[in-house]
């Protein structure tokens, strides 16, 4: 993968503040959300009976890690992030519900991963974009790859902006996308999309797993749906959490990302308020 010039921002860490106990919020119901939109925790094509040791990589709070946990109890289920209050989070989690099957680990995922090669059966990287320059996706899969299993699975998802009726709301995602172009974390040559979910494919297949399989997701959030208050919500805090982000990147001044924020909370708070979230997941196997 050719190496892109290195910006001010291009350097591996998450856009919104890591060690924020409002992101973790944020991201615990984005975790039921989106496996709910999913259908499930895992592909419900796959056999799960040949997978018992799972890794999940960027795993911020441990939503679904727990999820797969409490689901699975016969499964060993480890996670890494690189926040410290997150994994800390996760860990009070696992023992307050007394999930002895799990393990959370502060690791981060742009170094070399401390495992042994073939340790897992199943690894799986959900939303990592926002802390994944470009130019490291390659050496994350070849780590993936080394950690797999035989036979074993990595299943990668992401998404693209949401599409909406409302100005403030395709605004603010417009300076998003535009934000993470310069900071080296969008693949679109215009800075128009964040353009990850057409590389999914082809990151697995570079890397060298076969039978590549995708399936994509619409989280449905217009006004009325069974998602619109839990995606208000996440979207409220999502919004004003990413403003130190817009504004150092040069995208927006503090004024213009606050009026924006205002305005979209009406916005989606709205009755006529539309908008879907579309995002892909791509999985394949390591050959046996």
């Known amino acids: 993968m050719a190496e892109t010039q290195k910006t001010p921002h291009d350097d591996g860490t998450y856009f919104i503040e890591a060690e924020n106990a409002a992101e973790m919020a944020r991201l615990i119901n984005?975790?039921?959300?989106?496996?709910?939109?999913?259908?499930?925790?895992?592909?419900s094509q796959l056999d799960l009976t040949g997978i018992q040791d799972v890794l999940d990589i960027g795993c911020g709070p441990g939503g679904w890690t727990l999820d797969v946990a409490k689901m699975y109890p016969d499964k060993r289920v480890t996670a890494i992030d690189v926040s410290q209050i997150m994994t800390a989070f996760a860990r009070y989690q696992a023992r307050e519900q007394k999930l002895h099957n799990t393990h959370f680990i502060v690791m981060d995922a742009l170094k070399s991963l401390d495992f042994p090669d073939n340790s897992f059966d199943f690894v799986n990287a959900r939303f990592i974009s926002g802390f994944m320059p470009k130019a490291m996706w390659s050496a994350l899969m070849q780590e993936c790859l080394r950690i797999t299993r035989p036979?074993?699975?990595?299943?990668?998802?992401?998404?693209?902006?949401?599409?909406?009726?409302?100005?403030?709301?395709?605004?603010?995602?417009?300076?998003l996308t535009r934000a993470l172009y310069k900071s080296g974390r969008s693949f679109s040559p215009t800075g128009w999309q964040v353009a990850i979910t057409p590389l999914l494919e082809r990151f697995l297949r570079d890397a060298g797993y076969e039978?590549?399989?995708?399936?994509?997701?619409?989280?449905?959030?217009?006004?009325?749906?069974?998602?619109?208050?839990?995606?208000?919500?996440?979207?409220?805090?999502f919004f004003k959490l990413m403003q130190p982000f817009l504004v150092k990147s040069g995208e927006s001044?503090?004024?213009?990302?606050?009026?924006?924020?205002?305005?979209?909370?009406?916005?989606?708070?709205?009755?006529?308020?539309?908008?879907?979230?579309?995002?892909?997941?791509?999985?394949?196997?390591k050959p046996r």
């Open 151 to 175: 036979g074993g699975l990595l299943r990668l998802t992401e998404f693209e902006s949401t599409i909406s009726n409302s100005y403030a709301v395709e605004r603010l995602c417009e300076l």
């Open 211 to 237: 039978h590549i399989q995708w399936m994509a997701h619409v989280l449905n959030s217009s006004a009325g749906t069974e998602e619109h208050l839990s995606q208000y919500q996440n979207g409220m805090a």
């Open 253 to 285: 001044t503090p004024a213009e990302a606050e009026s924006l924020y205002q305005q979209a909370t009406e916005d989606m708070i709205a009755p006529d308020y539309c908008a879907v979230l579309y995002f892909l997941s791509a999985w394949g196997e």
């Open 30 to 43: 984005q975790d039921r959300i989106i496996s709910r939109c999913m259908g499930g925790l895992f592909p």
